[in-house]
T-cell receptor
């Protein structure tokens, strides 16, 4: 069966420090991978999605970047965190094509101080 | 442009009363719509999709192309239905757009 792992669960980082959140998927190949940010009253905002290794689409201009170094690995990064980067980040995967549903990780609560 | 609108941030319903969570969409073509749910301290998960035409946990949702709606309904609310509900719409590039969500609060 397929599983998705996202870590860490919580993270407190000072302003200006770097960020690396990791997400891995097991039990499937060639998945679509997604990073969302969930904020109260603003719903789920799509940040990045990827249909293959090295293929990243950015949905909103921001201080964050994403990379997909391996088929089932998706990394969310920042060189210098801002206070506004605080939030709840969700990784998800889906089967490529055919309007398949998303499968979410447990999320990472990031607090920038 | 592709868009999903959930007009209610919070919906409070008494236990045993009917529930309707509203979702309207904007999409050129034949949409495939989903409802996702997030219970307290659990991960966001798929509740149902319109193409399945099935009832999950007593919930149903019918796609109304004329009204561009995909409202989620349940005839009799239960306390365990309290959760955050999101309506979602994928586009041709496999990007999945979510509404802002509705928090459903079931009153005893």
């Amino acid at each position: 069966s397929q599983t998705i792992h996202q870590w860490p669960a919580t993270l407190v980082q000072p302003v200006g420090s770097p960020l690396s959140l990791e997400c891995t998927v097991e039990g499937t190949s060639n998945p679509n991978l997604y990073w969302y940010r969930q904020a109260a009253g603003r719903g789920l905002q799509l940040l990045f999605y990827s249909v293959g290794i090295g293929q990243i689409s950015s949905e909103v201009p921001q201080n964050l970047s994403a990379s997909r170094p391996q088929d089932r690995q998706f990394i969310l990064s920042s060189k210098k965190l801002l206070l506004s980067d605080s939030g709840f980040y969700l990784c998800a995967w889906s089967v490529r094509g055919g309007n398949s549903p998303l499968h979410f990780g447990n999320g990472t609560r990031l607090t920038v101080t | 442009a592709q868009r999903v609108t959930q007009p209610e941030k919070l919906l409070s319903v008494f236990k045993g009363a009917p529930v309707e969570l509203k979702c309207n969409y904007s999409y050129s073509g034949s949409p495939e719509l989903f409802w996702y749910v997030q219970y307290s301290r659990q991960r966001l998960q798929l509740l149902l999709r319109h193409i399945s035409r099935e009832s999950i946990k007593g919930f149903t949702a019918d796609l109304n192309k004329g009204e561009t709606s995909f409202h989620l309904k349940k005839p009799f609310a239960q306390e365990e239905d309290s959760a955050m509900y999101y309506c979602a719409l994928p586009n041709r590039d496999d990007k999945i757009i979510f509404g802002k969500g509705t928090r459903l609060h079931i009153l005893p």
